[in-house]
């Protein structure tokens, strides 16, 4: 049977917390200087840090590495051995995603387990989560999650989902998964006033959310534009620099590379931007996209063409990372706009 | 009134075709913000906008427009880059117009941000103060105590060179040391260096949008992109991140204008400049040379001489 909305004490959510790391890898924004944050393994409750809205680096990052040993190699005497780095061994809790970045994670499992293959790394890192979502109170005004089908309370991809009510955590249980947790000795019973005042931020919270950005029919306007002098303009000012693509929750190219040394080695992956140079560069020294026009408008097309064809979603969560931190002041919002207007 | 007389040279320099475009700033969409700005038509000049949120070093741009006759607005360090990036040949200087500006020095919008507690919604200068409102709020504060660390370390505001001036020079006043970060790293123990250092850059996400935002920084292929030799590894390992952050400021020796364009780009907010700096300083003292000031003087590193300072070489 499922448990209805528990509550959580501020004061118990250390307990609570070590509970859960008793038996789970904990995950949860750390704070890595001030004002900056990144999903990371927790050691000690007091690291978990959710004052930042949108850590910098996305939580994918739990789940796709930035930088990711696929498998180690040694020759010891005449023997090979090769060591699988596939499987994590202990299950594991993703704490106080926002919505955004967990509908994110819904759009890379189309592509780490679609049709064609299957991603062993990512799936059971995936298989392996428990994911914890926190609801946005408070959407920045570069939020615009709720004009890509997301929205500040958002519950969809959550196991268990907590609002923040001041002093204590409004606890839902969304899945079976989730309901694993509704057990915790640390949770009390919520109360009508409890669900009363997460109603009243909730409706605050989605007014405030941007859903003015409309995005229908976006894929078919791209499709008229390949050729358009619009991608001159629109890399004009680009740096070239990887801001946008590595902060972003959806973006998930890779590139593999083997650390060797003599007798022994390990194949990793990396992150790679489609922005940067390397990127399409072919070992001829030919480069299909030589030119900022070509790159920002593969950034553009995959997000809003490409992946709408093959998965049948936008590939943009608006979540208003790459808004915040292009060192350009690029701004997606304002580049949609204009394709609209095409 | 400097951005009045930066659109009145604009618009006059495309009416007569002196130029095939400016590189400028505009508007920026956040608060806080300027964005760089192209424009062809002199129509589009009032686009242009002078304040204290004009961050980028533009001088990063040329090399993207290297075969057009460009004008280019130019702070006290950008025109230092200008004139490095001159001595290195990478255009040739009779295609560039440079408006300068004396500069106010910038300010560090991320220092503001954190210096208010809620979201700033809308934010504009009144004399030597920044306005900033946001739902419940409105706060005066005073622009000098927000500036990036690299404008308060900077001596040289004026522009070195420039066919214009958007305003009369300011009047450069010497370092102190309270605001001189390279003095306050030298000052720690070599212990206590290396775990700020190690601190910092473990931070790095191998973005390069430090390396992107530097004007100098324009090879073809990066030390760190290069895969035949590979001279480092692509992923997260703190050596690499430390190899990366060293050689990187290395291959600033004597072509730094310490404009700071690294570390204003740099999304995780990893302190960069204070090593520019101590290069910078080192390189000063050693051979009397300041990157882009003197448009016929070799950087040391580029030029031999007889008599060359070597008691450093141990």
């Known amino acids: ?90 299950e594991r809790v993703v704490l106080g995603a926002r919505p955004c970045d967990i509908q994110a994670i819904s759009l890379l499992d189309q592509v780490f387990s679609g049709k064609e293959y299957t991603d062993v790394y990512y799936l059971h890192k995936r298989q392996m989560t428990t994911m914890i979502g926190l609801a946005c109170n408070d959407p920045l005004t570069t939020c615009f999650c709720s004009s890509v089908e997301g929205g500040p309370f958002v519950r969809e991809g959550s196991d268990i989902f907590l609002v923040d009510l001041g002093e204590s955590y409004l606890v839902e249980f969304l899945t079976e998964k989730g309901e694993a947790f509704s057990r915790n000795p640390f949770l009390k019973e919520a109360d009508k006033n409890d669900l009363t005042l997460t109603r009243e931020i909730e409706e605050k919270a989605s007014r405030k959310a941007d859903a003015s950005l409309s995005l229908d029919g976006i894929d078919k306007r791209l499709d008229e534009m390949v050729e358009s002098p619009f991608w001159d303009r ?45 990127y399409s560069l072919e070992t001829s020294g030919h480069n299909p996209r030589p030119t900022g026009r070509e790159r920002t408008r593969q950034r553009l097309m995959h997000k809003f063409n490409y992946f709408p064809k093959n998965v049948g979603k936008i590939a943009c969560v608006g979540c208003g990372r790459c808004i915040i931190h292009c060192p350009a002041n690029s701004d997606i919002r304002q580049t949609l706009k204009e394709i609209n207007a095409k | 009134m400097i951005q009045q007389r930066i659109r009145e040279k604009a618009k006059e320099l495309l009416s007569k075709k002196e130029v095939d475009l400016i590189i400028g700033f505009g508007e920026g969409t956040l608060p806080l913000r300027a964005t760089p700005l192209f424009i062809r038509n002199p129509e589009e000049a009032d686009r242009l906008v002078w304040n204290s949120f004009c961050e980028n070093n533009l001088a990063t741009y040329l090399h993207k427009f290297s075969r ?20 290195e040949k990478r255009f040739q200087p009779d295609r560039l117009f440079l408006i300068g500006v004396p500069c106010q020095r910038m300010v560090d919008r991320r220092r503001v941000k954190k210096a208010v507690h809620g979201e700033i919604l809308h934010a504009h200068e009144e004399g030597d103060k920044i306005i900033v409102r946001g739902d419940g709020f409105e706060l005066a504060l005073d622009r000098n105590e927000f500036l990036y660390p690299s404008c308060q370390a900077c001596v ?84 690499d991140l430390e190899f990366y952050h060293i050689v990187r400021a290395y291959h600033q020796t004597g072509r730094c204008s310490g404009c700071g364009a690294c570390e204003r780009a740099c999304p995780m907010e990893i302190r960069l400049t204070y090593l520019t700096q101590k290069l910078n300083d080192d390189v000063k ?5 300041e990157a882009g000031m003197n448009p016929d003087h070799l950087p040391p590193l580029s030029a031999y001489a007889i008599d060359d300072r070597q008691e450093f070489i141990k």
């Not at chain 1, 995950?27 to 690291?47: L, Q």
């Not at chain 2, 057009?68 to 001595?87: E, N, P, Q, Y």
Request: net charge negative; aromatic share 10%.
């Open chain 2, 156 to 239: 040289h505001r004026n522009p070195a060179k420039a066919d214009v001036l958007a305003a009369d020079p300011v009047e450069e006043v010497p370092l102190t040391e309270a605001h001189f970060d390279a003095k306050k790293f030298e000052k720690m123990s070599p212990e206590e260096r290396w775990a700020f250092f190690e601190k910092e850059s473990s931070r790095c996400i191998r973005c390069y949008a430090c390396r992107e935002a530097c004007p100098m920084c324009y090879c073809s292929e990066c030390f760190v992109d290069s895969s035949n030799p590979k001279w480092i590894e692509k992923g997260l390992a703190p050596p």
């Open chain 2, 68 to 87: 057009f006759k460009v004008g280019l607005i130019v702070k006290g360090c950008d025109s230092r880059s200008v004139l490095a990036l001159s001595l």
């Open chain 2, 285 to 289: 003292d050693l051979f009397e040379f």
């Open chain 1, 234 to 278: 629109l890399q004009e000012k680009c740096l070239g620099c990887r801001v946008c693509t590595y902060l972003c929750p959806t973006c998930h190219c890779f590139d593999i590379a083997d650390e060797a040394l003599t007798n022994k080695g390990q194949r990793v992956r990396n992150w790679d931007s489609c922005l940067s140079t390397l």
């Open chain 1, 1 to 90: 049977m499922k448990s209805g909305p528990a509550k959580l004490e501020k004061k118990d959510f250390r307990p609570f917390l070590q509970d859960i790391m008793g038996k789970y890898d904990l995950f949860a924004p750390v704070r890595m200087a001030e004002g900056v944050s990144a999903y990371r393994k927790i050691d000690d409750p007091d690291e978990v840090d959710l004052s930042n809205l949108n850590p910098q680096k996305p939580v994918k990052e739990v789940f796709f590495s930035q930088s990711e040993v696929m498998f180690r190699y040694e020759k010891i005497e005449d023997r090979n051995r090769v060591t699988s780095t596939e499987e994590v061994e202990r």
